[in-house]
């Protein structure tokens, strides 16, 4: 049996489809699992050892769907369920499964404040695509690999390579973030080293942080790769962290996680933190939240509550609970 999974995007998304190909390749020993996504997110199944094949989109779909048919799938589990997926699969006329997306639901529970949709972790979701396989949960976190064995020592001072906290403070729209003042207020409270992660576009924000709080953070952002980021959360004593891929990622290595959230919220995206054992998923409630289903450039009614609100003990006491 040959099936190939597809999931072109996002970060995130595709760090929830793990579970599906570690449980379609352990459940079906003989099976060949292949997995299709964007270029850009290749890396998040290098090294995986549940997966024969993986293939990348190419520029013109029409490549991709010949690609397809010369491998000569018997089923096609669709994780995306876009317009690109239904041209694939019907051009190829391949047997399919589909995961369902339930966008009314969504759009309506967003619009109308209502809870809509079951809050069901988006892996469930995914999984249900291949009950039909007889394809089981297995209980498992999501799977990622670390390229290399990276060196603490040279990527960390003396003073933070022992028993840190790991600050993911980046996240791709305003309102997934925390403002500076509100992070530097939290900061002072934390009793442990402090790294602060995220990518260049978050570094002068580091930099704000670190010089307000002195020699207990370090600021690692645009300073590390992102393999060298995922080592780093992963020798973390615990991770801090925003709606963001990084934070996604931390969940592999089942250390405990303190999910920040602003103006979206996990229940209606189903990506609260995935077989973490100590894991707490800290917002407020209001009546203008979720504002969006996957965040927005700024607060629609300028007061941001749903971050500045945040209680700084709940975040810091998490970070210094031994």
Not at 109 to 125: A, G, I, N, T
Not at 130 to 137: C, D, I, S
Not at 160 to 181: C, E, L, S, W
Request: proline residues 5%; aromatic residues 8%; glycine residues 6%.
């Amino acid at each position: 049996m040959k099936i190939l999974v597809i999931r072109f995007s996002s970060m995130g998304d595709i760090i929830y489809t793990t579970p599906v190909v570690r449980c379609l390749k352990t459940q079906l020993p003989n099976a060949e699992i292949h997995f299709l996504t964007k270029p850009a997110f290749k890396y998040i199944y290098d090294n995986n050892p549940y997966l024969d094949k993986l293939l990348l989109l190419k520029s013109e779909l029409s490549e991709t769907i010949a690609e397809i048919r010369a491998e000569g799938y018997d089923y096609i589990i669709d994780l995306h369920n876009n317009l690109r997926t239904a041209i694939i699969k019907l051009r190829t006329g391949i047997k399919s499964s589909s995961y369902k997306k339930q966008p009314v639901r969504k759009w309506l529970s967003l619009k109308l404040r209502l809870k809509l949709v079951e809050p069901v972790h988006l892996v469930e979701r995914y999984l249900k695509a291949v009950k039909f396989l007889g394809v089981t949960n297995d209980g498992k976190p999501i799977d990622y690999y670390v390229k290399a064995q990276h060196d603490l020592k040279k990527l960390l001072p003396a003073t933070h390579q022992d028993d840190y906290i790991a600050f993911v403070i980046g996240a791709t729209h305003f309102t997934k973030r925390m403002p500076n003042d509100k992070i530097i207020s939290i900061c002072r409270k934390i009793e442990r080293p402090i790294i602060l992660l995220g990518g260049e576009d978050v570094k002068a924000n580091g930099n704000e942080i670190a010089s307000a709080i002195g020699g207990n953070i370090y600021n690692a952002c645009g300073m590390t790769t992102l393999d060298e980021s995922v080592f780093l959360v992963s020798k973390a004593s615990k991770v801090l962290g925003f709606d963001t891929g990084l934070t996604h990622i931390a969940e592999a290595f089942n250390n405990p996680i303190g999910s920040i959230w602003g103006g979206t919220v996990p229940e209606l995206l189903g990506v609260q933190p995935y077989m973490v054992k100590d894991a707490e998923v800290i917002g407020v409630e209001l009546s203008c939240r979720p504002c969006s289903k996957f965040g927005l450039e700024k607060c629609p009614l300028g007061h941001f509550k749903c971050m500045k609100d945040i209680p700084d003990d709940v975040v810091a006491g998490f970070a210094n609970r031994h």
